[in-house]
C-alpha cells in the first residue's frame, strides 16, 4: 500500500465517530427535542399548579435543581468529562422525577430520589445515550421501596397540597382495595382526585401527546399500543364480570398510564428502535400493567412495567431491526 492511500486511510478512520443513541437523523437535535418534551408537560404541569399549588412548583423545582446539580457534578469531578446539563436531558429527568412522586414529598426525600435517577439511573451507564432503564423510574421505583410510607401519602387536592394536608385515597387504591368513594370518570379526567403530579388530568396528558406527534417527537406506537392494550385487557374482563375494579376507562384515565406511556416509555434511549419493535414492546407494557393492577401487590404498575420492558429493549431491536445485506444473524 502506498504511503499516499495509507495516508488517506488514516484520515478517513479518523472521522470515523460512532456515538451511542439517541441518533437524530434530520435538522432536529437532542436539545430541541427534549425542549419540545418538556413543553408538551406544561398542560399536565398547570393542572398540578392549580390543584396542588405552591407544593407542586416547589417539588418541581427542587427536583430539577437536584437533577442538574448532580450530573455536572458526576460528570466533571468524578467522569472528568465535559458536562452536558443543558441539553435538556437532565431537566427533563427533574420535571418527570417532580411527576412521578406525592406533592407534600419531603424535600431531603426528592432529593435522594434525584440522585439515585441520575447517579444510579444515567451516569453509571455513562450518561446519556448510554444508559439501559427510564432514569426518572429509577429514581421513582428507588423512592417506592426506600420510603413506601411517604411515596403513597396523598394529599387530598381540595386543600391545596400543605404538608400537614389531609391525605386521601387514589383511584387505584380504591380498585385495589375495594374501597368506597370511588370518584366519578369525571373527576378522573379533569384530575380533582388524589395522586401524583404528573397523574391528575388524563386530559392535560393527551394534549401532550398530541403536541408531540404535532411536533413529530415521538410516533404512535409506542404511547397507543400500551392504552389499546390495557383497553383491550380490561374490557374483556368488564365484558364478564362489569364491576369497577376492571372499568377499561377508569384504567385508562387513572393512575400514572398516561404519564407513562406518553412521557416514559417513549424515551429515545431506552425505547426500540424499530415501529414493530415499539409495538411489541408497548404491548408487554400493557400486559404487565394490568397484571401487577389486578394480582399485584401494588395498586399500580406502570413504573415497573416500564422498567422491565427498558430491560428486554436491546432483545427487541435484535429481533426486529432488518438485517444488512448479506449479515447472517446468530442465534442463541
Known amino acids: 500500500m502506498s504511503s499516499a492511500l495509507r495516508s488517506q486511510q488514516v484520515s478517513m478512520e479518523n472521522k470515523l465517530v460512532v456515538s451511542p443513541s439517541p441518533h437524530v437523523h434530520s435538522g432536529d437535535s437532542i436539545s430541541k427535542n427534549m425542549y419540545g418534551v418538556l413543553i408538551a408537560l406544561l398542560p399536565a404541569f398547570l393542572v398540578a399548579l392549580y390543584v396542588f399549588r405552591l407544593d407542586a412548583l416547589i417539588i418541581t423545582f427542587a427536583s430539577v435543581v437536584f437533577c442538574v446539580i448532580f ?85 387530598t387536592p381540595d386543600v391545596g397540597a400543605t404538608t400537614d394536608a389531609v391525605t386521601s385515597a387514589t383511584v387505584l387504591s380504591h380498585l385495589k382495595f375495594n374501597t368506597p368513594g370511588l370518584p366519578s370518570l369525571t373527576n378522573i379526567l379533569m384530575g380533582t382526585e388524589g395522586g401524583s403530579l404528573g397523574e391528575m388530568s388524563a386530559v392535560a396528558l393527551l394534549l401532550g401527546l ?60 431506552t425505547s426500540p428502535l424499530t415501529k414493530k419493535g415499539m409495538l411489541i414492546y408497548g404491548f408487554f407494557i400493557g400486559v404487565v400493567t394490568v397484571a401487577i393492577r389486578l394480582w399485584g401487590a401494588y395498586p399500580e404498575g406502570v413504573s415497573f412495567a416500564i422498567l422491565l420492558m427498558n430491560g428486554f429493549t436491546p432483545l427487541i431491536n435484535y429481533y426486529t431491526t432488518p438485517k444488512r445485506f448479506g449479515e447472517v444473524k446468530k442465534n442463541g
Open 210 to 269: 398530541i403536541y408531540m406527534l404535532w411536533k413529530k417527537i415521538i410516533t404512535w406506537h409506542i404511547p397507543i399500543s400500551i392504552m389499546a392494550t390495557v383497553v383491550i385487557f380490561t374490557g374483556i374482563f368488564y365484558l364478564f364480570t362489569p364491576i369497577p375494579q376492571y372499568n377499561p376507562l377508569i384504567h385508562l384515565a387513572s393512575g400514572g398510564l398516561m404519564l407513562g406511556a406518553v412521557f416514559m416509555a417513549t424515551d429515545y434511549v
Open 71 to 155: 450530573e455536572y457534578v458526576i460528570a466533571k469531578f468524578i467522569m472528568k468529562k465535559q458536562p452536558t446539563v443543558f441539553d435538556g436531558s437532565a431537566i427533563l429527568t427533574g420535571v418527570l422525577l417532580a411527576f412521578n412522586v406525592p406533592s407534600n414529598l419531603p424535600i431531603w426525600i426528592l432529593a435522594i430520589g434525584a440522585l439515585a435517577a441520575i447517579g444510579i439511573g444515567k451516569m453509571s451507564f455513562g450518561g446519556l445515550g448510554n444508559n439501559i432503564f427510564n432514569p426518572a423510574l429509577v429514581g421513582r421505583v428507588f423512592l417506592l421501596i426506600s420510603f413506601p410510607a411517604q411515596m403513597t401519602t396523598w394529599p
